[in-house]
């Protein structure tokens, strides 16, 4: 997958029969579903693949526990079941997690345990494992490290896990093997319209060399840009779709502070939310917070409030004391979320919305990756109802996604490559150079850094620390520590002028700012 050889497709062909104008969880999704029903397709994405939102989840793949206690019991049957889909088809990138939470009564153990008995019969054969009752002592064998008075009983139960920001480049790759044509850092500026006012197509600009702009055609295009779907809607000049904009934040620690397996639940925290505190590659994530906000941003900034409440929840149950130091790193998401009448950000509905403009410019919002497959196939088959496509089947359900292995180690450190392993095993062995470690303290390689850019489409030294190599959501001071020499690496292979490299190592460096705790 190189960017050149995209580019160089779309200034052959210009006439496409779908445009996708987003590269996130849905977009990504939407292109694997129409590129495997044979559909032209090509997807835009002005920044990187999974730059926003879709790398900065909880890293779940769930039902939706909080979503059966309010009643949506829709959602939750077809999270579920979507959710072991994706397992099936992607099982180097999502695993089963197994889930404790801990009670402070056994009434209440009884009660968590009923609800989520009935969680595991709406999954039917696609049950990840079957919750049970766990006494005193299982709960402490079970969670390490939590206080005893906060497990007199508990309850355990299964659901998923993965990794976001590698799953969207799968998702990328599916799609180029079946045909799609699929471009990062190409930006929409306009949209096209015919002489009946109907959208025909987009006019794009190269981000990274604005003298490329071109005029695209295409029979349908879709808004998947999630967060950013209002910019969109305002080159149509419709407003008639609402969003509430939620904010997430995580918080990174070593995972010694809870040295479990399982992961640790809060069904019900001070605010109503639910916290996670979760293994992910050897560290700890605990979230997350839900705050509506008015501006949309790439990198949003974590508020103080938010901080303090996660470290005073978490703190609620860790025998162990944990402090501001103790953060690794800190990433906040973005949700868009489809507007309720009198409903906080909380409360509201993470189902999905399919939307057409007068001009028939389609819109999708809302959802979460664990339905991202489901958004696709309902998004196409909504453009073939409105007759902007011909009809083709959808076949995602039972698709292997790109590096499909099975039975792998997660603990491994090549795992989330998935077949490709043994090529990024094969560049280390044959130079000495792209063995080495590019931090002491983790297992990545130079190997690859270099494997993200000949093919996983890495144009920056923030894709490859932040998307391809996840160390700057697990550990942001390493990432500073490293950004010089990775940087040189980068800039060598692609031959970046002395400009270039000096402006993307400090972009990059301030950029690990925002991830680190302030004062610290």
């Not at 196939?377 to 959808?394: G, H, M, N, S, V």
């Not at 850019?453 to 942001?476: H, K, N, Q």
Request: glycine share 6%; with cysteine.
């Amino acid at each position: 997958m190189k960017r050149l050889e995209q580019i160089l497709r779309i200034k052959k062909e210009q006439l496409w029969n779908v445009v996708i104008v987003g590269g996130g969880a849905t977009g990504l999704g939407i292109a694997v579903d129409c590129a495997t029903r044979g559909y032209k397709t090509l997807l835009l994405e002005r920044s990187d693949f999974a730059k926003s939102t879709s790398s900065r989840s909880t890293k779940l793949l769930h039902g939706g526990v909080r979503y059966l206690a309010q009643g949506n019991i829709p959602l939750v049957y077809e999270a579920l079941h979507e959710r072991s889909l994706l397992i099936r088809n992607a099982p180097h990138l999502c695993k089963p997690q197994a889930f404790v939470i801990p009670t402070t009564s056994i009434f209440s153990a009884f009660y968590y345990t009923i609800g989520l008995s009935i969680y595991d019969y709406m999954a039917g054969r696609l049950s990840l494992g079957k919750t049970r009752y766990l006494n005193r002592e299982e709960v402490r064998k079970s969670l390490s490290g939590i206080k005893d008075l906060k497990m007199q009983a508990g309850v355990c139960y299964y659901d998923g896990q993965f990794d976001d920001a590698r799953l969207g480049l799968s998702l990328a790759r599916t799609a180029v093997e079946n045909q799609a044509c699929l471009i990062n850092y190409m930006r929409v500026n306009q949209l096209l319209k015919n002489k009946e006012g109907k959208i025909c197509g987009v006019e794009i600009e190269d981000v990274l060399e604005p003298s490329f702009k071109q005029q695209i055609y295409s029979q349908c295009v879709i808004n998947a840009t999630g967060v950013f779907s209002n910019e969109i809607n305002q080159m149509d000049k419709d407003d008639s779709l609402s969003l509430v904009i939620s904010q997430g934040i995580h918080l990174v620690f070593d995972a010694k502070i809870l040295p479990n397996d399982n992961a640790l639940i809060v069904p019900k925290t001070s605010d109503g939310r639910v916290l996670f505190a979760i293994p992910w590659h050897h560290k700890l994530i605990v979230g997350t917070t839900d705050t509506q906000i008015q501006n949309v941003a790439y990198e949003p900034l974590p508020l103080e409030e938010e901080i303090d409440f996660l470290l005073k929840t978490l703190n609620e149950y860790t025998t162990r004391k944990v402090n501001r130091e103790d953060i690794l790193s800190i990433f906040v998401g973005l949700r868009p979320l489809i507007k309720q009448k009198n409903k906080a950000s909380k409360n509201v509905s993470r189902s999905h919305k399919i939307h057409i403009s007068e001009s028939q410019l389609i819109s999708i919002n809302g959802g979460k990756w664990t339905t991202y497959r489901k958004m696709a196939e309902e998004t196409i088959d909504f453009a073939i109802a409105k007759k902007l496509l011909p009809y083709q089947p959808c076949i995602t359900k039972e698709l292997p996604l790109y590096g499909y292995l099975n039975n792998r180690d997660f603990k491994d450190r090549l795992c989330v490559y998935g077949s490709d392993y043994r090529a990024i095993l094969e560049l280390e062995q044959k130079e000495a150079q792209l063995a080495q470690k590019i931090h002491p303290n983790y297992p990545y390689t130079y190997a690859q850094v270099l494997w993200a850019l000949e093919y996983e489409m890495a144009e920056t030294l923030e894709d490859v620390l932040s998307r391809r190599i996840r160390l700057l959501f697990l550990d942001a001071k390493a990432s500073n520590e490293i950004a010089k020499e990775v940087g040189i690496f980068i800039g060598k292979y692609k031959n970046w002028s002395k400009k270039r490299l000096e402006k993307e190592i400090e972009d990059f460096k301030n950029l690990t700012k925002q991830y680190c705790i302030k004062g610290v």
